[in-house]
């Protein structure tokens, strides 16, 4: 069973950087499906897409503010995902999920219905 766990996240100052990650369990080579990506929910909206990665081919795929300064990234042999994030606003405060599981051909659209599995989330918050 895939396993996802996210870290790096915490309180900044807008301006700021925070680099997020997320570990596979067992593998990410053990994921059939090779698009995973990152979203987040402040509460009562919406979970949004933030960003996508193939796993195979490491196209990526950005959404909405976050385009020009979160980079989304994977190291197959540490089996983990990566958002780096710079230029932080106030608005980019949420909670944070990793997701694993959807086919490649749905990364562009980053709809968290066609993802298999999720984090528990890990929590930013910006400052102004």
């Known amino acids: 069973q895939v396993q996802l766990m996210e870290a790096g996240g915490g309180s900044v100052q807008a301006g700021g950087s925070l680099n997020l990650s997320c570990v596979v369990s067992p593998s990410i080579a053990s994921i059939k499906k090779n698009c995973m990506g990152w979203f987040r929910q402040t509460p009562g909206k919406e979970r949004e897409g933030v960003a996508g990665?193939?796993?195979?081919?490491?196209?990526?795929y950005y959404f909405g503010s976050v385009k020009g300064r979160f980079t989304i990234s994977r190291d197959i042999a540490k089996n983990t995902l990566y958002l780096q994030m710079n230029s932080l606003k106030p608005e980019d405060t949420a909670l944070y999920y990793c997701?694993?599981?959807?086919?490649?051909?749905?990364?562009?659209?980053?709809?968290?219905?066609?993802?298999?599995?999720w984090g528990q989330g890990t929590q930013v918050t910006v400052s102004s």
């Open positions: 997701a694993a599981g959807a086919f490649s051909w749905e990364c562009g659209r980053l709809n968290q219905a066609n993802f298999d599995n």
């Open positions: 990665i193939t796993t195979v081919s490491g196209g990526t």
